[in-house]
């Protein structure tokens, strides 16, 4: 990853701002889309991956308007649903509707077809985060797993929603407690950061022969669409860099270097941050 902006450090962690105005996107009409990353006529040879993140799109989708059957494979596919209902339906059977804290995933594999929409009979938008890992493993067997987090559990706290099979705390079922299994080298984890209160995010030990362990972090745009400079709801990371609703961040961090992620707006900040390996 090649990214332009400005290099902050505090320890030894470097943080690269990815400002919303910048991020590729479109307004098609029925959907209004962000892409942190090359998607669809969005190209930016700088922008195409991020270790083995390959998808940050936020997305809102008008009233019984969506994604028609379409297929994957080779790819970890999971959507984080910020309001509205989202329709799922698949290939191998699973019909659901996701809601405000759900976390759907697929594990694509060998091939699966899918679409999704907003909830017939909606009156309003369905908003959520579409996101892409490459999977370490190819040729698995497609998998469709759902979990839930409440705000309540996600207030103040970094809650791990998705992590790699064999971590900690994964459950290899479809329904279960704790994150969703993902076949790829990516931890998923989710704030709500109350007005003056932080939230800490430590990096584990990086691979070996790498110059660090990545992350990224992006502020969920709550308040509303916008493609233009960030607003809204504003955090600040390690107490140098400022981002604010739609803004992302570049991050690597050597073993146990922190991230602290700091509201200093005036209302709830919805943030996820990822770590990847």
């Known amino acids: 990853m090649s990214a332009p902006g400005t290099n902050t450090e505090a320890s030894t962690v470097k943080l ?5 105005e910048d991020r590729g996107g479109a307004d098609h009409g029925w959907l209004k889309t962000l892409h942190t990353f090359s998607f669809a006529d969005y190209y930016d040879p700088r922008f ?4 083995c993140l390959r998808v940050i799109n936020e997305d809102r989708v008008s009233p019984e308007r969506g994604f028609g059957t379409h297929g994957h494979r080779e790819m970890e596919i999971f959507s984080y649903v910020v309001s509205g209902e989202l329709e799922h339906k698949d290939s191998m059977g ?3 509707v996701l809601r405000r ?6 594990s694509a594999g060998t091939g699966i077809r899918h679409s999704e929409y907003n909830k017939p009979k909606a009156t309003e938008p369905v ?12 040729d698995l067997e497609p998998k469709y797993f759902a979990r839930h987090f409440t705000d309540e559990e996600k207030t103040d706290k970094l809650v791990t929603v998705v992590a790699p099979v064999g971590s900690e705390g994964v459950i290899h079922e ?3 407690k704790g994150p969703a299994p993902v076949q790829s080298n990516v931890t998923l984890k989710a704030t709500i950061i109350s007005p003056g209160k932080s939230v800490e995010h430590v990096f584990p030990a990086p691979a070996e022969g790498t110059a660090g362990r990545k992350g990224y972090i992006h502020v969920v745009q709550t308040s509303g669409y916008n493609t233009l400079q960030a607003k809204g709801n504003r955090v600040k990371v390690n107490d140098t860099l400022e981002l604010a609703e739609g803004d992302g961040a570049f991050a690597v961090g050597q073993k146990d270097d922190k991230l602290v992620i700091e509201n200093i707006g005036d209302s709830p900040a919805e943030v996820l941050v990822f770590d990847i390996q």
Do not use: C, K
């Not at 195409?48 to 270790?51: A, I, L, Q, T, V």
């Not at 804290?101 to 697929?106: F, S």
């Open 16 to 20: 690269i701002a990815r400002r919303n």
């Open 174 to 176: 479809r329904e279960a």
């Open 127 to 138: 908003h959520f985060l579409q996101i892409w890992a490459m999977p370490h493993t190819s």
């Open 101 to 106: 804290g759900d976390i759907q995933h697929t």
């Open 48 to 51: 195409e991956s991020y270790g």
């Open 94 to 96: 699973n019909v659901e």
